[in-house]
């Protein structure tokens, strides 16, 4: 027992138990708040991360949840993002321990994010949204304390990116003219669910120029040809953002039109891949005309409709490593 | 003002028992398993030690296989067939 909560703060510092930022200290009941908003107990078991050999507890998480700043009923988001991240295609040792430095990007699809208030909006990766910066941080700090990420020991990152405290945000369902990616995914629109990627920082492309959909695509092909997953084929998160939206939607551009068109014009060549020390080997006459996909097909770009409505930027997020090491999975979000 | 409950919201790792098989007096004779995680470089690494096992310490053969990938455990399958097949085995991390 402490004296007082500055002191609380103090002792979940003084033991390395947070991201650096002060945690609200959980008490019992607000640590029962939040297992009773997802329906479980304390000892359920979320997920096993076989290659540290942790069980992932209810009671663990929702600990570091109330520690994150989060509200009660944002935990079954954190729940199925945790499952998700245990799952075997997400590989979780790989991407967490990797110098590579990703963090989980995570999409939240369907109706609770409207009602959790999750940011698909302006300033999408930016602070102001309670949702979208602790269940991100949420996630963190479970990874964390719970499943050995600590940066310097298991969480080997050489740079790492700001989207190591929360990298949550939801998709613009309401105004999008496509089907939101869990839809895509095979689940039902009222279905709520979360999507997991291990992945680099995003960048955004700048096109105020063009009023087609090929001519925004263009400049999007161009920033990613040579991007962070060059030569590695790492899947990628499309950010469409708002003006950009409303000229593919004038256009009845498809979600898969931009696959196809982002697939068909991001190759590189491997003589190119070679020169610039991505791939290894010396070049050879053939290599000029070997292509190589940047991803490993078309549906390897996550497109996603999101962003603020004014301004005439997109982004891509590169995924870390190669879809061979890991992928994203998307897993349902319960709610009892 | 109420005294607070600290909450520790650390988990440790479930103890594993691995037992290493006896370290083998000398390397004449023995079979080497080499596992390459798939990093640049770790197969070349890898067959070189093995040539120099070979060469300079009398090793019998040596079988190389590969990782799925470097992020993930060895498969089960090459786990079988190198203890089958192996006396002992190196594993590495190119790059």
């Known amino acids: 027992m402490v004296e007082d909560l500055q002191e609380a703060i103090e002792i979940y510092f003084a033991r390395g138990w947070t991201d650096g930022l002060p945690v609200v200290p959980p008490t019992e009941a607000s640590i029962r708040a939040m297992l009773d908003a997802a329906g479980l107990e304390p000892e359920q078991e979320i997920t096993f991360i076989q290659e540290r050999q942790v069980s992932v507890t209810a009671g663990k998480v929702a600990i570091n949840a109330v520690m994150a700043g989060c509200k009660p009923e944002y935990m079954p988001v954190i729940v199925s993002a945790l499952e998700a991240m245990g799952d075997p295609r997400f590989s979780y040792h790989g991407p967490t321990t990797s110098t590579g430095g990703s963090a989980v990007f995570m999409l939240v699809n369907g109706p609770i994010a409207r009602e959790l208030d999750i940011n698909y909006g302006d300033n999408l990766f930016g602070p102001g949204w309670r949702a979208n910066a602790t269940i991100g941080r949420a996630v963190r700090l479970v990874m964390r304390n719970v499943m050995g990420t600590l940066p310097g020991k298991l969480d080997r990152s050489t740079l790492g990116h700001g989207g190591k405290y929360s990298f949550c945000i939801a998709e613009n369902e309401e105004e999008s003219p496509w089907p939101p990616v869990h839809v895509e995914r095979g689940f039902r629109p009222e279905q709520s669910t979360v999507t997991v990627l291990a992945a680099l920082a995003p960048h955004q492309f700048y096109n105020q120029l063009s009023h087609t959909a090929e001519g925004i695509l263009t400049t999007a092909c161009a920033h990613m040809r040579i991007s962070a997953g060059a030569g590695r084929q790492p899947q990628y998160v499309l950010i469409i953002s708002g003006e950009h939206m409303q000229v593919m939607m004038k256009e009845g551009y498809a979600k898969e039109d931009i696959r196809r068109f982002c697939f068909e014009h991001t190759p590189t060549s491997d003589a190119e891949l070679k020169r610039i020390h991505v791939i290894p080997g010396e070049v050879s006459p053939e290599d000029e005309a070997r292509m190589r996909p940047l991803v490993t097909a078309p549906e390897d770009f996550i497109v996603v409709a999101a962003g603020g409505a004014a301004g005439a930027f997109s982004a891509y997020i590169p995924g870390w490593g190669s879809k061979r090491a890991t992928e994203s999975v998307t897993k349902e979000i319960r709610r009892p | ?95």
Do not use: W
């Open chain 2, 1 to 95: 003002m109420d005294k607070f409950q600290v909450f520790d919201p650390t988990t440790t790792s479930k103890e594993q028992a691995i037992t290493f098989v006896p370290r083998p007096v000398s390397l004449r004779n023995l079979r080497i398993g080499l596992v390459e995680n798939t990093k640049f470089n770790a197969d070349k690494l890898l067959l070189k030690i093995a040539a120099i096992l070979e060469q300079e310490y009398g090793a019998q053969s040596h079988m190389i296989r590969s990782k799925r990938n470097a992020g993930v455990p060895t498969d089960e399958k090459v786990i079988r067939e190198i203890a089958d097949n192996c006396d002992v085995v190196i594993a590495g991390v190119g790059d």
